[in-house]
């Protein structure tokens, strides 16, 4: 921070701030731009500054001297000093977060492992059994997870006594502290190996390949997870193991498609038989065939519902339904005979009329006043 630096403006607060407003925007900005959380340019120098102008108006002399002539000294044109005695970054960026190393040395939980499974249509409707296989972490079965040869104790290290821990007694803005912190020579286990294992180098743990038997529920969804709790990499230090989420993915089926609980069938017809009515023989996810009767007349995009042929409930008994949606195709190719029995029965038809709605725009009008 250099003498034309204002260490008011450096912290953001005002000339007439208290004692206790100062320090919380101090702490603010160094855990904003403390190096240790913020790798941005700048982050560094930024950091030293906010430091610099604390330590000028935590001071109530520094303070005043600062008020009244511009600068620290009294006029000597040094600029701020003292940020070097403050012991470094990362003296104070522990006394807000002390004890967090010695923390992350203790059981550690596994990682969640994460598969995906891809199912056919009907396999996602009335369930299956199948069977995956990853990779995942587990606990060395030759020396029993401690990394020692033969599963022997591990030896107690020197370095922390078998505490784990490392602390130092420091100084900061804040007075005398104690800094706790994970021993390095043993990552804060308190035991070291001495006579490695030969399976997994002295690790205690190894990444193997697993087969899981999975069940798929009936009524499923693409996109869909299944929990498989404790099945994902093993914990160190004795925590527990991770999960294993499986996501399914559905192959899409040649006639149905899903809605929901419905499943859905696209029925195409001829004009003849919708003019006239017919009774059609329809697929159903089951691998049956049932009839279905259409009344003379039937428009296309008509939809027809076919009870309880549906996807089954996941969670519940029941079946949604299947619905039938009827496609009206108009012939592309014809030949001279059908040309002529169709520009006769056009003749008798005549042009039909659209069918007045201005009572229905009337209602709507109405409701909105």
């Known amino acids: 921070m250099t003498t034309q630096q204002d260490p008011y403006s450096v912290l953001g607060v005002t000339r007439d701030a208290s004692a206790e407003d100062i320090k919380r925007a101090f702490r603010k900005l160094a855990m904003e731009y403390h190096p240790d ?45 003292g940020f070097e005695s403050m012991g470094g970054f990362g003296d104070i960026f522990d006394a807000f977060f002390r004890g967090t190393a010695a923390r992350r040395a203790g059981p550690q939980r596994g990682a969640d492992l994460e598969a995906r499974l891809t199912i056919d249509f009907e396999e996602s ?41 490392i602390r130092r007694v420091q100084q900061s803005l804040f007075g005398q502290y104690v800094n706790v912190a994970a021993c390095p020579t043993c990552e804060g286990e308190g035991s070291v190996v001495t006579d490695a294992c030969t399976t997994c180098k002295g690790k205690g743990q190894q990444r193997i390949r697993v087969s899981q038997h999975i069940k798929v529920p009936a009524g499923v969804e693409g996109g869909s997870q299944i929990r498989f709790a404790g099945e994902g990499d093993a914990g160190a230090r004795g925590g527990p193991n991770g999960n294993l989420y499986i996501e399914l993915q559905v192959e899409p089926h040649e006639v149905f498609t899903r809605a929901d609980r419905d ?77 002529e029995l169709l520009a006769q029965l056009a003749e008798s038809l005549g042009t039909p009329e659209v069918p007045d709605d201005s009572s229905i725009f009337d209602r709507i009008r109405g409701a909105f006043g």
């Open 37 to 81: 959380r913020n790798q941005d340019d700048g982050a560094e120098e930024r950091f030293k500054s906010v430091n610099a102008a604390y330590e000028v108006l935590s001071d109530p002399e520094k303070r005043a001297r600062f008020d009244r002539f511009g600068q620290t000294d009294g006029g000597n044109g040094q600029g701020f000093a």
């Open 125 to 165: 409707i009335f369930g299956a059994e199948k069977e995956i296989t990853f990779h995942r972490t587990e606990n060395c079965k030759d020396c029993r997870g401690s990394g020692q040869r033969g599963g022997a104790a591990r030896d107690t290290c020197e370095a922390c006594d078998g505490t784990g821990e």
């Open 263 to 339: 499943l859905v069938y696209e029925l195409p017809l001829n004009i003849a038989q919708a003019a006239l009515g017919t009774t059609v023989e329809i697929p159903t996810i089951d691998g049956d065939e049932i009839e279905l009767e259409l009344k003379p007349g039937t428009q296309h995009g008509e939809l027809h519902t076919v009870k309880d042929r549906g996807v089954p409930h996941l969670r519940g008994s029941g079946r949604g339904n299947m619905l039938v949606r009827t496609h009206v195709v108009t012939p592309q190719k014809l030949s001279d005979d059908q040309k």
